[in-house]
């Protein structure tokens, strides 16, 4: 027999095709209990338990494309609640990350250019501005491929300058270093970490480098992890925008990562490798920091 509380719920489901009396004694139930029951005052839990779910909501549908964690983050922000409850309200209302495939995307290292040695390796970030990693990718369009180029601070995990184009030359790579440089002035000596690929290794972008005093770094061959956290990005924008959308032009295509970048990744997208916040969230705070208390850079994770 199910437990008293299940009865009255298939009651009271049933009660609109069945006579009370009947489901009463067919559920052995007394109908003053089930009277009582039906108007007993929800708990304070089950009271929680709907603002809880209403926060769950407003978030995922913000961000369709974020998990339990970063959607107990939010929630965090407005009520008092653990993460393994927000999990299971999730999956009572079937709310789930509409996440897609991963993207691996290919460079063309086939060049006879030099190359730079890595030099991430051997240097501490603990500021904005110190390192910037830069990646090219490409978005299918109703016209053809809309490229993409990205410059992003090692530190913020900021997208600091960006650039798009029908051809994936240096010209576009440069157009993003130009951007980043306009918006945030780095002081000579940043170094700029690339992989390999014959837009990051030619003699205009090297140049571009050299009259800002920036010092070129680049993946070791045939190890795609040197540049993770820039690849990270284009992960993030093929899943999250990408593979969920339709591009007839690529002004659409581009609007659309403008607004992703801007509107989204770099001012909400909750990061694990930031302790769950923004990058913009994270400059600000270290700016705020840094002019006065000690800084403590949080434990890293998951560039997601």
Same mark, same amino acid.
């Given at each position: ?20 009396? @009947?489901? &009463? ?25 709907? #603002? ?22 939010? @929630?965090?922000?407005?009520?008092? &609640?653990?993460?393994?409850? @927000? ?35 051997? @240097? ?38 960006? #650039? ?15 951007? #980043? ?19 990051? &290794? ?33 992960? &993030? ?15 659409? #295509? ?51």
């Amino acid at each position: 027999m199910q437990p008293v509380s299940a009865r009255y719920e298939t009651v009271k489901r049933l009660s609109s095709a069945y006579a009370l009396s @009947v489901l &009463c004694e067919t559920l052995e139930i007394s109908r003053s209990g089930y009277y009582a029951w039906l108007n007993r005052k929800p708990g304070k839990r089950t009271l929680e338990d709907v #603002a809880i779910r209403r926060e769950i909501l407003k978030a995922h549908s913000a961000a369709p494309t974020y998990g339990a964690d970063n959607i107990h983050a939010d @929630v965090r922000e407005k009520l008092v &609640c653990g993460r393994n409850r @927000v999990r299971r309200l999730m999956k009572e209302m079937g709310v789930r990350s509409i996440r897609k495939r991963k993207y691996k995307a290919t460079t063309n290292s086939r060049h006879n250019h030099s190359v730079s040695p890595d030099l991430t390796k051997t @240097v501490m970030v603990s500021k904005p501005n110190q390192v910037w990693v830069s990646d090219i990718s490409y978005i299918q369009t109703g016209e053809g491929w809309l490229y993409l180029a990205i410059v992003k601070d090692l530190f913020t995990r900021e997208i600091v300058g960006y #650039a798009t184009g029908d051809r994936i030359t240096s010209g576009l790579t440069e157009s993003a270093l130009k951007n #980043a440089v306009l918006r945030y002035r780095p002081a000579r000596g940043l170094i700029c970490h690339s992989d390999r690929g014959v837009q990051y &290794c030619c003699v205009t972008y090297r140049e571009l480098l050299q009259r800002h005093g920036f010092v070129s770094s680049m993946s070791r061959k045939g190890n795609p992890y040197d540049n993770a956290v820039a690849e990270n990005f284009f992960s &993030c924008i093929k899943c999250e925008m990408v593979y969920l959308s339709t591009f007839e032009t690529r002004r659409d #295509a581009a609007l659309a990562v403008f607004q992703y970048i801007d509107g989204f990744y770099n001012r909400r997208r909750r990061h694990e490798s930031l302790g769950r916040i923004s990058p913009y969230e994270f400059r600000r705070r270290w700016e705020a920091a840094s002019a006065g208390s000690r800084w403590r850079v949080p434990v890293s994770g998951n560039d997601a």
